[in-house]
DNA sequence: ATAAACTTTCAATAATTTTTGAAAGTTCTA
DNA sequence: TAGAACTTTCAAAAATTATTGAAAGTTTAT
């Protein structure tokens, strides 16, 4: 199998995937092309490689830039912009459940604060049932956010790695 | 504040968090109203609070068992079925990881396999930073498994959190 | 066997999200 | 200061995804 073929199949497959977890197609190619790419790509690279259009990609490199999965690159000589992607994959996966946190954790995060503030009125049961909810949610919350800082630690920490995997 | 009040506050900001994670919006809503109900609903009960039509009430739910977060529920001398979600939050969580799990990691495991099989032509460079990739890539699924193993851990293992609190 | 009560299906429609592409904006060179 | 090289913006179009609702299907009671 030819080296381009590859590259184009992971392209693909990294485009369907990031579609499923909500990240536009196109943002997840160009994410991948940058990814499988040995040097530093242009806009007009990627435009004819994935085939969309400039201000597609345009837009996209520039979210790809914000999550900190990509970084813009100056060469010598050329006036045109080129981008590499960071190709630590363990500290692209925390950058992508820090923006998904920081997006999606936090709405939840100020309703349960906001109903927890205020008193809640009905049947007794009812409102029982409902806080208890509440109180489980925040719980849940919580232990999502130990996990991420567990996730930190698996990263780069050879001892706490083998730590959990004696206790497992 | 009115307990029907908070509860439909719920149900909206659930439906979109959901939204956000490319979970259907009504799907989501189902759920939450479920999850913050007393008792078990009824198809009709949930079409008059969500207003939603039938039919979609009905794939949802569909889904929502599927998913194993919503079970069917009947009640003595009544013919419709109601429903009612699972409410160990904890529970809810794991099996939507391993739905997706399911469902989006398995693609990635399949490509890596079909990539790492094939012998690659190109470059040398260039066909080694592709298969480091590869490498890093499946290194990275491998951790995510490790950090679900984890989380299980952390659900029901009193012990193992205090540890890994100390840790921290 | 009939009909009422209820559930499921799915083609059509609506809503949402993504992409395009051309125009406006910027920066650099001479 | 003009103009070439490049980047950004955003309204409109396309693509995708979710929802409706009415008809078909199923189950239950009599």
Known sequence: M???????????TWGSIGS??????????????????????????????????RGN????????????LVAK???LGERKEFFTANTDI????QN???????????PVLDLLEKLKTDKIQGKKEEVEHFNKL?????????????????????KDNFFFKKMIKTMS
């Not at 363990?90 to 996966?93: D, F, G, H, K």
């Open 2 to 12: 030819k080296l381009q073929d590859a590259k184009m199949e992971f392209v693909q």
């Open 20 to 53: 499923s977890w909500g990240i536009p197609r196109s943002m997840a190619q160009i994410h991948a092309l940058l990814l499988a790419s040995n040097e530093a790509l242009s806009t007009e690279d990627v435009m004819e490689t994935i085939k969309i259009s």
């Open 57 to 68: 990609v345009n837009i996209n490199m520039r979210e790809l830039i914000n999550w900190n």
């Open 73 to 75: 690159q100056n060469k």
């Open 90 to 93: 363990m500290a692209m996966a």
């Open 96 to 106: 992508i459940v820090q923006e998904r946190k920081k997006r999606e954790l936090q």
């Open 134 to 154: 509440m109180v489980e949610l925040e719980d849940f919350i919580k232990q999502l956010d130990q996990l991420s800082e567990i996730w930190l630690k698996l």
